[in-house]
């Protein structure tokens, strides 16, 4: 292949690799760099060697992200508070059920979910789950057995299933919730925010140290009270915009014209909200602004 090819070829699959390293990473900023990296193995590597590029890429990328997920461990022991994904302004799409897997991959709450898996079993089961890869090519993309590979599937599967809602909230249960929402902001008054809100809701603020915020998760009672009395007094409704955050509706805290604040959600199958994810750490927000597509056909996002 002649150089332009060989960079057309990284072109066409620069998108799905930054979808699926910022499903893996939960941060944009170490995506593009997990897939600056794979840009440079690519263009040291002998190509002529290479007979399937997508799959030497997407190798070489998700092992790179299997390596910067051992330095974020390191680092996530250090971390100031709760820790958050990068939010993104990402439409999943008027219909998300037409590609449940990948719009709900792209969640928040998927994305904590993930955290809670081993790095391979993460790995795994979004290349074959979200990214639908065989179990002979998730086998060679990781080094392991087939056998291990459908083992680490498995074991993913079950644990997402036993945690996660496979259904999304509807737009008029979003609209429902964030109507409340900012009639609480605005009132003081719990009365519409308590109606949809699950016994068991949790709240949770992540600054990194770089901004004020609650260091612990509060759960119940608390999360009205704290949205009411704390919120209502430090969020000025016409400076509060609604965004399409990771594909659910979100809104977003502005001060000066620059987004300080982003709220997103997640929801029970019941349609009322059980987490409420509030990002203030000005590094995780730099690129809320500005809008990324997503491609639903492959899992791609372009920035």
């Not at 399409?244 to 997103?264: C, F, H, K, P, S």
């Amino acid at each position: 292949m002649s150089r332009t090819t060989d960079d057309m070829v990284f072109a066409d699959m620069r998108g799905r690799l930054i979808g699926l390293a910022y499903r893996m990473l939960g941060s944009m900023a170490d995506a593009e760099d997990a897939v600056q990296d794979t840009f440079v193995k690519w263009q040291d590597a002998d190509r002529e060697g290479i007979a399937n590029p997508e799959a030497y890429l997407t190798t070489v990328c998700t092992n790179r992200c299997l390596d910067y997920l051992k330095a974020a461990h390191r680092k996530r022991v250090d971390y100031v508070g709760p820790w958050i994904p990068e939010p993104l302004q990402i439409d999943a799409g008027t219909d998300p059920e037409a590609d449940l897997e990948r719009a709900q991959s792209l969640t928040t709450a998927f994305l904590l979910l993930l955290e809670r898996l081993t790095p391979k079993e993460r790995a795994a089961y979004l290349l074959r789950e979200v990214f639908g890869k065989s179990y002979g090519e998730v086998s060679e993309i990781l080094g392991l057995r087939e056998a291990s590979c459908r083992q680490l599937v498995s074991r993913a599967g079950r644990f997402v299933r036993s945690q996660a809602s496979r259904s999304a909230p509807t737009p008029e249960q979003q609209d429902v919730f964030l109507k409340a929402f900012l009639s609480a902001v605005e009132t003081g008054s719990p009365d519409e925010l308590a109606d949809v809100l699950a016994e068991s809701v949790q709240l949770r603020t992540d600054s990194g140290g770089k901004a004020a915020a609650i260091s612990r998760v509060i759960e119940g009672q608390e999360v009205v009270n704290f949205i009411t009395r704390a919120i209502s007094r430090l969020w000025v409704r016409d400076q509060i915009v609604e965004l399409q955050i990771n594909g659910m509706r979100g809104l977003a805290q502005l001060e000066d014209g620059r987004i300080v604040t982003a709220m997103t959600l997640g929801f029970t199958d019941e349609g009322k909200v059980d987490q409420i994810y509030i990002v203030r750490n000005p590094e995780k927000l730099e690129r809320l602004a500005a809008p990324t597509r997503h491609d639903p056909s492959n899992g791609a996002l372009w920035q």
